[in-house]
């Protein structure tokens, strides 16, 4: 066999081998392929999925924020609603009738303790203030100084002091309500 026969066998079962070699290697570029292909379609899912999470998250807070500002809302307007009621009520008790007015303030008197003190009423009744403490048997004395209220009186010894305005007979009122009123206006919120 001559030496050019001996180097084509050569270069032929080089050939051969590269070839095989070749063959291996694509196969195991393919399979290495395929598995990045797999990882990253896995993390790609993943990373959508994560993605898709914080969306949900960041749209059921903005939900909640805004269904939060909403019954804010609601509930400022309940509670003004609520003021406004009482601040009728207290007008109601200054525009009832001087009669009404009256028999009202001769029962506060009437409940008073038995102590003679002053009374300070409202600049506007003084003399329903007379007249009422005249009606209740009382020989409490008024002064003259004149409250800033609306109507009722504000008596005083040297021991207690007991508001009886109507704006502290609509509170202590409003106060005795608070939870029939949270119970029936607040529920729905």
């Known amino acids: ?5 001996i180097l084509k066998s050569i270069k032929s079962d080089a050939e051969a081998k590269a070839d095989e070699i070749k063959g291996e290697y694509a196969k195991k570029y393919e399979a290495l ?6 990882k ?5 899912k993943e990373l959508l999925e994560k993605k898709r999470r914080e969306l949900i998250s960041k749209t059921q807070s903005a939900l909640f ?3 939060l500002k909403g019954s804010a809302k609601i509930l400022d307007k309940k509670v003004k609603v609520l003021n406004d009621v009482f601040n009728k009520a207290e007008n109601l008790l200054s525009e009832m009738s001087e009669e009404k007015q009256v028999g009202l303030l001769a029962e506060a008197l009437k409940k008073l ?5 002053i009374l300070f ?16 048997g009382r020989n409490d004395k008024i002064s003259n100084e004149i409250l800033g209220v609306s109507g009722g009186f504000v008596y005083r010894t040297d021991r207690i002091e007991v508001d009886m305005t109507y704006k502290a007979l609509v509170v202590s009122a409003s106060e005795k309500m608070k939870e029939e009123i ?3 206006i607040f529920k729905n919120n």
């Open 1 to 5: 066999m001559a030496l050019s026969d």
């Open 33 to 38: 392929v395929s598995e990045w292909d797999i």
């Open 40 to 44: 990253t379609g896995n993390r790609r």
């Open 65 to 67: 924020n805004f269904k």
């Open 113 to 117: 303790p038995k102590t003679e003190g």
């Open 121 to 136: 009423g409202a600049g506007n009744n003084k003399n329903i203030l007379e007249k009422a403490l005249g009606k209740s």
């Open 182 to 184: 949270a119970e029936n």
